[in-house]
């Protein structure tokens, strides 16, 4: 017999992935992506509080001042003028699209790769940015004449007689900005997080 033995070593090489200098490597890419759909649906949380304060807010928006007459009785509604009323309409319509926005925004947490879930909610943000724009933009100034009043126009300030319903619809209008403003960022996130695509 020989006394020395024999042994078959098997070599294996492991080579590394040299990555590209600047290029982000895949699961480096899927994850910036899931960090960008979860700042989107914090974002769609935070719009959706502002348009349901707004339109809970103005809704519920009505005094009557406590002088009247055997004819008159001084009041004060938000249904009185037709702008506050597309007000409510427009920032309850917001607020149903958030709602029902959100399980979009969780697929794209979920799957973060889903281009067609986050291009429906990229069209659908644009359009209520417009309308959430509009409804704060119109609403701002009626908010304002009654501030004011217009002296051209004949048309005097009532915030001195109606305190209470001058800070309310100030404070949904505001509320509806902040909605409008979080709307933009929505729109500008989902398309950073496309053109990443």
């Not at 294996?12 to 040299?18: A, D, F, L, Q, V």
């Not at 992506?33 to 719009?47: E, M, Q, T, W, Y």
């Not at 659908?124 to 933009?137: E, G, M, Q, R, S």
Request: charged share 10%; hydrophobic share 55%.
């Amino acid at each position: 017999m020989d006394s020395t033995k024999r042994t078959d070593e098997t070599a294996i090489n492991i080579t590394e992935s040299k990555s590209v200098k600047g290029k982000a490597t895949p699961n480096q890419h899927g994850g910036s992506k899931r960090g960008v759909a979860i700042f989107d649906f914090v974002l769609r949380v935070c719009a959706l509080v502002a348009a349901l304060v707004a339109t809970i807010t103005m809704g519920t928006t009505d005094q009557t001042l406590p002088f009247f007459t055997q004819f008159f009785q001084f009041q004060a509604s938000y249904d009185d003028l037709p702008t506050f009323t597309f007000f409510v309409i427009a920032n309850a319509i917001a607020s149903g699209y958030l709602v029902l926005s959100l399980p979009f925004s969780i697929v794209c947490i979920v799957r973060p790769h889903a281009a067609g879930a986050r291009l429906l909610l990229l069209i659908f943000d644009i359009v209520l940015v417009a309308f959430t724009t509009a409804a704060a933009a119109s609403a701002a100034a009626i908010v304002y004449l009654a501030h004011n009043g217009n002296s051209n126009t004949n048309w005097l300030a009532i915030c001195q007689q109606f305190d209470d319903f001058c800070q309310r619809v100030s404070g949904a209008v505001v509320a509806s900005l902040i909605a409008a403003v979080v709307f933009v960022f929505l729109v500008l996130l989902s398309a950073v997080a496309l053109r990443r695509h």
